[in-house]
């Protein structure tokens, strides 16, 4: 998606995201020599699996959940407003997430050695299947299916990824794009860019303060697409503006009115900032003033020819845009952890409703937190966070170098939603041996009760063995 609410920006670029090469490490902190499961089975579909299998069985329990299409959910709620703004645009919410690294990645034309591809970054069942890490996973597929001029894609997405407050192995995007037929412009005798403009007029006026001082392209800063028309293109990007800013107005105007009376007061204003996204030119980022700060809501821009050739629509030429759900009604909702969107506790589930007007999250009472160290020698010759190999194919070997995320992933295993926090806080490189140490702090705080002294130390004891197991570090 063009532009990610609570993930890293290791697939910037994608329509999904527009928010070093590739490594690998001992079976992604899940699986060691001799528990590797020869197959899994998700909603009735089996997979083979190989050395690459690097997804754990929480993440998998994950799936069914569906989160954004929970009735009276936070989520849920959010992708219908946002929707309501898009008349005629045909939704897809209920796509599978299990696709090929084809549809995630060579689609796209994600280069072989991009770290997206890496299993540090991305749940593999087998070298060639993997869990969409963006909804642009089913962008070629969308636009090659040619079903509607205008589509909206909302799903769950999977990354390894950091753990706190804002960062979850799975979480939630949005993609739109809506294109033009070049071709039928021309069988009929208009002009693509007038007919354009006429559609632009369709769209709902609002009286929002807009900053936009930058020219639609730039040949040096946000070029034209060889074979676009300045004329088609100062059209569709107006299209793709006015579109956005209705339904960021429509969403502004909904927190607005659930926050309280001094934010309430403040007037919406939005601007218009030049971006670079591979899949995308010209591009930009939409912000709004927030609470006093400017906020990057999403990412969006005139969508690359190439990806529409290749999806077997060469004649269409259009925009496109992304965004995090969980941002958004993070926003909405006033609502502070991303692990409570998980959470099955009904003081958070009966807060919110499809009937009622938008109103801030009100929190439970704040439990304690617990924090623990774990400090560990890496192994020797191991680097940190990944070591750039030339294979665009590599096989895991036995002698990994360490990656964070591997440590995220243990400790997400081990103690699920537990921990709200893990953080590299001390790292050196001892002066006569060289070996380098890490040390990293663990958060345990429960969303829903307070956690035992008792409970805590075994979790963290856990937690130490299986980073020795898995990784092959020292305790320091």
Known sequence: MLGRDVSPATFKGTIADMETSVGVSTYAAQY??????????????????????????????????????????????????????????????????????????????????????????????????????????????????????????????????????????????????????????????????????????????????????????????NPLQTGHSPEAVEAIAAHLKRSLEDMVVTIFNAAKSASDAETSGEPLKVRWVEAYFPFTSPSWELEVFWQGDWLEVLGCGIVSQPILNNASVPNRIGWAFGLGLERIAMLLYSIPDIRLFWSKDERFLLQFSEQKSISPFVPFSKYPECFKDVSFWLRGGSSAAGTPIASAAPVPTSTPSFHENDVMEIAREICGDLVEDVRLVDEFVHPKTGRRSMCYRINYRSLERTLTNKETNELHERLRTTIVARLGVELR
């Open 32 to 221: 060691s020599p001799g528990e590797l499961p020869k197959e899994v089975k998700i909603e009735g579909k089996t997979y083979k699996t190989d050395e690459w299998m690097n997804t754990p069985s929480s993440i998998l329990d994950a799936i069914p959940r569906r989160l954004h299409l929970q009735p009276d959910h936070p989520l849920t709620i959010t992708r219908k407003l946002i929707e309501s703004r898009f008349p005629g645009y045909k939704t897809h919410n209920n796509l599978f997430p299990i696709v090929t690294t084809g549809q995630n990645f060579d689609s796209l034309g994600f280069p072989l050695d991009h770290i997206g591809r890496s299993r540090t970054d991305t749940y593999y069942l087998n070298k060639e299947t993997v869990l969409r890490t963006h909804t642009s996973a089913h962008q070629a597929d969308t636009f090659r299916n040619n079903e509607s001029e205008g589509y909206l894609i909302s799903a769950d997405v999977y990354r390894r990824d950091a753990i706190d407050r804002s960062h979850y192995p799975v979480f939630h995007q949005m993609e739109g794009a809506r294109t033009w037929d070049r071709q039928q412009a021309e069988k009929e005798g208009k002009n693509l860019a007038y007919i354009i403009w006429e559609d632009v007029e369709k769209i709902p006026k609002h009286d929002i303060a807009v900053e936009d001082p930058n020219p639609t392209y730039h040949a040096e800063r």
